[in-house]
């Protein structure tokens, strides 16, 4: 039987991790302190944001560092991905682009009506000689800016992503999520009473992709040669595993402040009746088949729309293997439901676990409680040191094209996370 493990001890705990100051207003928490699991959100009383495209680089779990653009809080710098919006459907949104790149660069915000570009119709640009130089108005090379003002539509998620020169600034990672809340209701998904989801456990999961040939011949001014591309790294949230599973902020990943842990208790009628929602999104190339093991998702919501008929007929669907395709966005509601009830006296397991000898525990780490059972922990040998508190779930949760759940070819990294089931009573330290 073999164990989860990672190569890194990971604080998992409640306790914020906050780098530097910040002009960050964070969702669902206080003023005072970030959250270190969930969707971190940018916010403004005015709905209006400064991003700065710039460059940086990013870490990845075999030691290899990568030149990377992307859409920075200008306050803070540069980040992978671009900083999360969050937003109020109806109300005005106005997002100014500095533009500290080598070359021009641009915003389109696919799903959004009537966007304009420093007051005027946002609109492609072309050269002189008639080619296709932007889907929409850039902001200069060097130091140029432009601002974009539009209504937030309806309420779900969306990719923000480069208007320009597209197969190379997407690849370089000038992307970001946009969240448009419901007025009003800041717990549901869209307009239907049946998307709350549970204060606080709200996740956004922005897949991507690295080749780092192209990023180096971008970093050393060189052409690229798109026909041998062939992606290596593949990301949720600008990490690949087990980076994904530290807390947002992680010290030792400054510049990829967004972890991808989902963290939740089991469905229960009156103490935790609400799912949460995970928010999907894809700035890749291919399609992602994502999936969790050990439950299903419900579909609500598909690029910022309500799944639902002409007379508001709920078409929602529950999905194992969500496909997310590249440009598209899913919204879901998602909890855990102890079926069976397994508990050791009363409803016990039916087949034993392994003797330790016969089982594969890969150390120093683990997540194993040495129980099949919620809420119940056993020991584990004494050389090894183990993560699970109090004899909670680990689910793995991964693309199941399986070249992207690797670092390099390297299995077990890649677009993989976990979803984390704590008892009923919770854990000590939560």
């Given at each position: 039987m073999k164990r989860f493990s990672v190569r890194r001890q990971l604080a998992l705990g409640t306790a914020a991790v906050v780098v530097g100051a910040s002009a960050l207003i964070w969702s669902q928490a206080s003023a005072a302190?970030?959250?270190?699991?969930?969707?971190?959100?940018?916010?403004?009383?005015?709905?209006?944001?400064?991003?700065?495209?710039e460059d940086g680089y990013v870490s990845t779990p075999d030691g290899n560092?990568?030149?990377?653009?992307?859409?920075?809080?200008?306050?803070?710098?540069?980040?992978?991905?671009?900083?999360?919006?969050?937003?109020?459907?109806?109300?005005?949104?106005?997002?100014?682009?500095?533009?500290?790149?080598?070359?021009?660069?641009?915003?389109?915000?696919?799903?959004?009506?009537?966007?304009?570009?420093?007051?005027?119709?946002?609109?492609?640009?072309f050269d002189t000689g008639g080619s296709l130089t932007s889907l929409v108005q850039p902001a200069a090379a060097g130091n140029g800016s432009v601002t974009y003002s539009f209504t937030a539509g309806s309420p779900g998620t969306y990719l923000y992503e480069t208007g320009t020169d597209i197969d190379k600034q997407l690849q370089m990672g000038l992307y970001g999520a946009l969240v448009v809340r419901p007025a009003g209701h800041s717990n549901q998904v869209n307009d239907r009473a049946d998307s709350v989801f549970t204060a606080g456990k709200e996740y956004v999961y922005l897949l991507s992709e690295i080749d780092p040939d192209v990023h180096l011949a971008v970093e050393r001014n060189q052409p690229v040669n798109w026909a041998t591309s062939k992606s290596r790294y593949f990301l949720i949230n600008g990490r690949s595993m087990p980076d994904t599973?530290?807390?947002?902020?992680?010290?030792?990943?400054?510049?990829?402040?967004?972890?991808?842990?989902?963290?939740?208790?089991?469905?229960?009628?009156?103490?935790?009746?609400?799912?949460?929602?995970?928010?999907?999104?894809?700035?890749?190339?291919?399609?992602?088949?994502?999936?969790p093991h050990g439950s299903d998702e419900r579909v609500i919501n598909r690029d910022g729309h309500p799944l639902?008929?002409?007379?508001?007929?709920?078409?929602?669907?529950?999905?194992?293997?969500?496909?997310?395709?590249?440009?598209?966005?899913?919204?879901?509601?998602?909890?855990?439901?102890?079926?069976?009830?397994?508990?050791?006296?009363?409803?016990?397991?039916?087949?034993?676990?392994?003797?330790?000898?016969?089982?594969?525990?890969?150390?120093?780490?683990?997540?194993?409680?040495?129980?099949?059972?919620?809420?119940?922990?056993n020991s584990v040998p004494a050389n090894?040191?183990?993560?699970?508190?109090?004899?909670?779930?680990?689910?793995?949760?991964?693309?199941?094209?399986?070249?992207?759940?690797?670092?390099?070819?390297?299995?077990?990294?890649?677009?993989?996370?976990?979803?984390?089931?704590?008892?009923?009573?919770?854990?000590?330290?939560?």
């Amino acid at each position: 039987m073999k164990r989860f493990s990672v190569r890194r001890q990971l604080a998992l705990g409640t306790a914020a991790v906050v780098v530097g100051a910040s002009a960050l207003i964070w969702s669902q928490a206080s003023a005072a302190a970030a959250m270190s699991e969930g969707l971190l959100c940018d916010t403004d009383p005015n709905q209006t944001f400064s991003l700065t495209a710039e460059d940086g680089y990013v870490s990845t779990p075999d030691g290899n560092s990568i030149y990377m653009w992307s859409y920075g809080n200008s306050k803070r710098g540069f980040q992978l991905p671009g900083a999360i919006l969050c937003v109020e459907s109806g109300r005005q949104v106005t997002v100014v682009l500095h533009n500290t790149l080598p070359e021009a660069t641009s915003i389109v915000f696919p799903g959004q009506k009537a966007v304009k570009a420093n007051g005027n119709p946002a609109q492609p640009q072309f050269d002189t000689g008639g080619s296709l130089t932007s889907l929409v108005q850039p902001a200069a090379a060097g130091n140029g800016s432009v601002t974009y003002s539009f209504t937030a539509g309806s309420p779900g998620t969306y990719l923000y992503e480069t208007g320009t020169d597209i197969d190379k600034q997407l690849q370089m990672g000038l992307y970001g999520a946009l969240v448009v809340r419901p007025a009003g209701h800041s717990n549901q998904v869209n307009d239907r009473a049946d998307s709350v989801f549970t204060a606080g456990k709200e996740y956004v999961y922005l897949l991507s992709e690295i080749d780092p040939d192209v990023h180096l011949a971008v970093e050393r001014n060189q052409p690229v040669n798109w026909a041998t591309s062939k992606s290596r790294y593949f990301l949720i949230n600008g990490r690949s595993m087990p980076d994904t599973l530290a807390p947002n902020n992680a010290p030792w990943l400054p510049s990829q402040p967004y972890g991808a842990l989902v963290h939740i208790k089991p469905y229960d009628a009156v103490t935790n009746p609400l799912p949460a929602t995970i928010r999907y999104l894809n700035a890749g190339s291919v399609n992602y088949p994502f999936h969790p093991h050990g439950s299903d998702e419900r579909v609500i919501n598909r690029d910022g729309h309500p799944l639902q008929g002409p007379e508001g007929q709920d078409l929602s669907y529950q999905k194992y293997d969500l496909d997310v395709g590249p440009g598209q966005t899913l919204d879901v509601l998602m909890d855990w439901r102890d079926t069976e009830h397994w508990n050791a006296s009363t409803n016990p397991i039916p087949t034993q676990i392994p003797a330790i000898t016969d089982q594969l525990l890969v150390g120093p780490d683990t997540w194993f409680s040495e129980s099949g059972y919620l809420g119940t922990k056993n020991s584990v040998p004494a050389n090894l040191t183990q993560n699970n508190e109090c004899g909670e779930y680990y689910h793995i949760a991964h693309s199941h094209a399986l070249e992207q759940a690797t670092n390099y070819g390297a299995a077990f990294g890649g677009m993989m996370t976990v979803f984390r089931i704590d008892p009923p009573a919770g854990c000590p330290n939560q």
